[in-house]
């Protein structure tokens, strides 16, 4: 396991912060929709915590999703 530098530290945050803000966008719609208030604190949740989940879990994240988005395709 390699100790990864700062720039693909923050390479991995942004990518996952990213594709928080669109699945938290997503979701906050759907949340809207049904009555629920403060949509902009919830994508901000969800981002905030798959920028962080990217960071520390790195390839095994996204692993994760793309097996979990085959379900969809």
Do not use: Q
């Not at 100790?3 to 390479?11: I, Q, T």
């Not at 945050?13 to 979701?27: D, E, T, W």
């Not at 919830?42 to 692993?63: E, K, S, T």
């Amino acid at each position: 396991m390699h100790n990864p530098g700062k720039a693909e530290k923050r390479v991995r945050f942004g990518c996952g912060f990213v594709f928080g803000l669109l699945v938290g966008g997503i979701l906050s719609v759907r949340w809207y929709y049904e009555g629920g208030n403060s949509t902009a604190v919830a994508i901000l949740v969800i981002a905030l915590v798959f920028g962080f989940a990217a960071l520390y879990f790195g390839d095994a994240f996204w692993r994760f999703f793309s097996k979990w988005f085959i379900w969809f395709g």
